[in-house]
């Protein structure tokens, strides 16, 4: 699962290649970090899970690190404010060391990119690939 940056562009422009060759900027990056994959499903794909890039907004990512510092103050939150998603590549869905290692991670990530990405040039996107 990765989230990553883009630059916006005008309709039928083409973007501005990086040094490697790549459109976007990797900025964040899961393994069978369930309860993520889950939060972006529900709350930037309309709840469709097709392995798709979805677009994330400022707000949106927000809302995540919310819900992860709300859990990592009181652990018992943690399956009302961000569950666990079974599935075949999804790995474990017990709210174990593993689930709270990843929102630790993940606090760091969502911080980094809401401080350095340009949100009137820039764009963040997701997308979870099998």
Not at 3 to 20: C, F, H, P, W, Y
Not at 36 to 58: L, M, T
Not at 91 to 109: H, N, P, Q, V
């Amino acid at each position: 699962m990765y989230l990553v940056r883009k630059e916006k562009t005008k309709v039928g422009k083409m973007l501005n290649a990086l040094s490697d060759g790549k459109d976007y900027e990797d900025v964040g990056y899961w393994r069978k970090a369930n309860q993520i994959h889950r939060f972006f499903v529900e709350h930037c794909a309309e709840g469709i899970d097709d392995c798709k890039s979805v677009k994330v907004s400022k707000e949106q990512l927000e809302m995540l690190l919310e819900k992860i510092n709300k859990i990592l103050k009181d652990k018992k939150l943690a399956g009302k404010e961000l569950p666990t998603n079974s599935g075949f590549f999804f790995g474990d869905t017990d709210y174990s060391s593993y689930y709270f290692t990843e929102l630790r991670d993940t606090k760091k990530i969502i911080e980094k990119v809401l401080k350095t990405t340009d949100w009137e040039t820039q764009f963040i996107e997701y997308w979870a690939s099998w």
